[in-house]
């Protein structure tokens, strides 16, 4: 580790600097070193392109993982380990460092405490058992009593990218007023359009002045993309700008793209920091608590189920049905859900459903209406979708950054449970349908998602300055951490509805938990049932492959699938 000069100042919170009882994990031959972190062979000049997509972290974007020389991981006693992030003396060990500029801050100078201790790390698990070891921690994010960059010599740059989340704007303007003022900072500049505008010409010089209003806005002011990422054209771009600290704002194909960018810039030995801050509307990244926005998302979504409820009691057999983003993820729907209190049904990707025979949507949507004589449902885009036909698919298979295009769940639902009521003609009903997507996905943040966008930013440029780079920055069990990118990159968070939090969802809704599907597909097999309507035809169809693929691919129920990707993850 390294060692931390004495040197005082009058907000330091270094009462003591103690040296941890840290070990290097030596994967050659499984025992701890002590004292030395792993790092990677460099190779600063003239390496070959193929040079950085030969280390792990440059494979896991595309799907492997990175190997353990890439990692820094350093261990401690009972079972303590550090998934450290990397530092520019990594590779350039000779740097000068500086006192950091906060300390001759009046705002800052009253704080006591204020540099966060060298050692200080985030736990990742925090409920443990007497006996359990302590687990993966990660470093502690905040100012450093040291920085590895002037003030004036600081060229920092933004970027977003990727689908519109709230509060884009205000980690914008955070960035550069907490540059500004916090470091004294004064050139950043703003890259246009996402990836591809690093190699455009266009790019907005920000300064506070320019940045004031901007949380009040939907959006992102420098505009985003899919797709374009050139790596290459990318660093060159960043070198040719004399950018060194790069900041990039995006979810998890963003964060991707960051880990590729600084690995090609610790290859040609560049003095550039490089930091992610995870952006996701669909709370789909891994390790933090959440991601900014979704607060808001959640929010938002009440008015549309608020509506929905509106509409849906006003009329005789009346079903308000509220599509919700998540692709793969239904956070949103669950959280908006669980607020709301007005929902019958929430279905999510996680959670296969059904749609006809016992315990199916459609016996439920019967009983419900005859109960309640209305209803409310719920459903995140991704839900459903192996029940939707190739046929039924988009022509177009994936977006410009490469993710799968989902086809309108919420139209083709809506769709079936009409077919169904007037095939069997046992209730005359109401269905209004409301797509409130994009909607909710351009308001301005709300007063706690601009809370938590100052502390990301503020924790970004912190670890920037002190010279961490190729991290992702969020809070983990409500502090904020330095989280290499490997670990963001590696899985997609999910609701895990073997947890508590789904059964509160059951228990708030009563719904079916639809876990009877494989034995009703079977039943629906064996009845080879003519369809009746394209709906229909796609279902049955569908109820076959589904079949063919749940007996060869899948595990059991929807229980076992969770329970193989938990061992999975945990494994
Ligand atoms: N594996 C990858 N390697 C490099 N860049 C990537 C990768 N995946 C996505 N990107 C880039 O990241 C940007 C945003 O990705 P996208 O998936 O559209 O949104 P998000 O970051 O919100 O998930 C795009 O410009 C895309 O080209
Ligand atoms: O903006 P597009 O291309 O229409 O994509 C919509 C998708 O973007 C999201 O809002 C967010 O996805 P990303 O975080 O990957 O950008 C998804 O919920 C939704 O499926
Ligand atoms: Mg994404």
Redesign the pocket.
Known sequence: MPTVSSATSAISSFASISIPKVRCFDPANSSPVAHQHRRRPMNFNGGSPDSAAANGVAAM??GSPPSISDMKIVTGEAGYVLEDVPHLTDYLPDLPTYPNPLQDNPSYSVVKQYFVNMDDTVAQTIVVQKNSPRGTHFRRAGPRQKVYFESDEVHACIVT???LCPGLNTVIREIVCGLHHMYGVSKVLGIEG???GFYARNTITLTPKVVNDVHKRGGTILGT?????S?SKIVDSIEDRGINQVYII????????A??IFEEIRRRGLKVAVIGIP??IDNDIPVIDKSFGFDTAVEEAQRAINAAHVESESIENGIGLVKLMGRYSGFIAMHATLASRDVDCCLIPESPFYLEGPGGLYEYVERKLKEDGHMVIVIAEGAGQELLSESMRNMQQA?????KLLNDVGLWISQKIKDHFARTQKLVINLKYIDPTYMIRAVPSNASDNVYCTLLAHSAIHGAMAGYTGFTVGPVNGRHAYIPFYRINETQHKVVITDRMWARLLSSTNQPSFLDLKEVARKKTEEAHQPETSYDQVEAANEVTRKKTEETHQPETPYDQVEAATAKETG
């Open positions: 974007a595309n990218c990727g689908g996402g990836y591809k993309s899919r797709g374009g990422h790596t995006g979810g998890d194909g963003t964060q991707r793209g880990s590729v952006k996701t977006d410009a950054s490469g993710n």
